[in-house]
Every structure is written in C-alpha cells, then in structure tokens.
C-alpha cells in the first residue's frame, strides 16, 4: 500500500517556466488537497478537491492552478513560476467523513531561480 | 477564520527527559479536531497525536501526551522519555468539525525540537 506519492520529489525551475506537480494515492479518498510549506509559516492551504472532477480554492491559490480528472489523482501546476513559488509542496487525502485523518505525501521541493 | 500559533519557534530537551511544546488556536466553532504531527529530516509528514473536541479525556500514545484545554483554547504536545529519535519539527494543526470544511487543516508555524544524548 503505496499511500500518498508525489513526483517529483525535487524541482528547479526558471522564472516563467511552467510545471505540473502530481500527487497519487491508493486508498480511494475522496478528499485531496494542496499545500506549501515555507520557514515559520507552517502549511497553508493551496487547493483542495471533495471529489473527482471538483477543485477549489484555499487559503494561497494565486499563481496556481488544479485539476482531478480522476479519483485517485490531484495535478497542481504553475504556468508561469517566479520565485515566490520556492517551496516546499505537500499533497495530502484524507476520507470524508468527519475527523478523518489526512495521509502526506513526502514532498516536492520546488526551487525557483 | 481559524487561526493557530505555535509561540516557540525551538525547543531542546535531554534525551529521556520531559518536553511540552505549546499550541494556542483561536475558534468560534464547537465541535473540531486538533492534531500534532512530527516532521523529521525526512520531509515526511507523520501523525503524533488526536484530540476531539467533544472529548474531556486528554489524548495519549505511548510516551505522547496532550493537555487540552478547550476554554483556553490550549493544546500542549508533552513527550515523556524523550528519544533521539524525537527531533523534528512539529505542527499543531487544526480541523473543522463541520461538514463543510472537507477535512482542511491550518497550521502553526511549528516547533523544531532538537534532542541531546
């Protein structure tokens, strides 16, 4: 049981080049979410979707954008990266009922230069 | 919104001694779930420990404890026989009891413990 995976695990990026993060999991949840982890600021919420075909906005979704064409998968991509989107990128999925724990990936460290 | 603040940025602790780090959140909600989760070198995000609102019992794991303190809006991590394996960082994190919140988490800034043999 593979849990959470993300690919890549590590990314340097030019300003203004574009990217797709992908997050898969195996244990058919229904809720997927996005988030970055930068130094004292903890994790903040990207996007996040309730189910296939669904996405929404979190807490810093500027300079993003998502997709869940299926169940299992939750893209995140930046179109045009700047150096602010340096980062540390977490996916995480959790089962919708109430108080479920949300399962993380390992991480994508993203470097924009 | 919720909001929750980890007040100490680093703690240190000899190892098979006693640590508590702290959480404070701030909440109009009623009914909501708090956790701590552990992050070592290895980026890995890992739960620690649960705590229901609705719940008077503080949580335990093992040598993991937490005061929860609703009416203060408190909720302390101890770690009891620190290990060397314990360094990491830690988030407090909170979750939203309703239905509508689909399970999204908001975290402190986090403490990172360094443990001394």
């Known amino acids: 049981n593979a849990g959470v995976t993300q690919t890549p695990k590590f990314r340097v990026l030019k300003t203004g080049q574009s990217m797709t993060l992908l997050c898969a999991q195996d244990?058919?949840?229904?809720?997927m979410y996005w988030y970055r982890q930068d130094p004292g600021m903890g994790l903040r919420l990207i996007h996040y979707?309730?189910?296939?075909?669904?996405?929404a906005k979190g807490e810093v979704p500027d300079g993003y954008n998502v997709s869940r064409l299926k169940k299992q998968n939750f893209l995140l991509g930046l179109e045009s990266a700047a150096p602010s989107q340096t980062s540390v990128y977490f996916c995480?999925?959790?089962?919708?009922?109430?108080?479920?724990?949300?399962?993380f990936g390992q991480g994508t460290r993203l470097t924009v230069v | 919104a919720q909001t929750v603040t980890q007040s100490q940025p680093e703690m240190s602790v000899q190892e098979a001694e006693t640590v508590t780090l702290s959480c404070t959140y701030d909440?109009?909600?009623?009914?909501?779930?708090l956790f701590w989760y552990k992050q070592p070198p290895s980026r890995q995000m890992i739960l620690v420990i649960r705590?229901?609102?609705?719940?008077?019992q503080n949580a335990t794991e093992n040598r993991f404890s937490v005061n929860f303190q609703k009416a203060a809006k408190s909720f302390s991590l101890k770690i009891s026989d620190s290990q060397l394996g314990d360094a990491a960082m830690y988030f407090c994190?909170?979750?939203?009891?309703?239905?509508?919140?689909?399970?999204?988490?908001?975290f402190g800034q986090g403490t990172i413990l360094t443990v001394h043999p």
């Open positions: 995480a999925s959790s089962y919708s009922w109430t108080g479920g724990e949300a399962f």
């Open positions: 244990m058919n949840h229904e809720y």
């Open positions: 979707s309730v189910g296939e075909g669904t996405t």
């Open positions: 909440t109009s909600e009623s009914d909501y779930y």
């Open positions: 705590q229901e609102a609705y719940k008077q």
């Open positions: 994190a909170y979750r939203s009891g309703g239905g509508t919140s689909y399970g999204k988490l908001t």
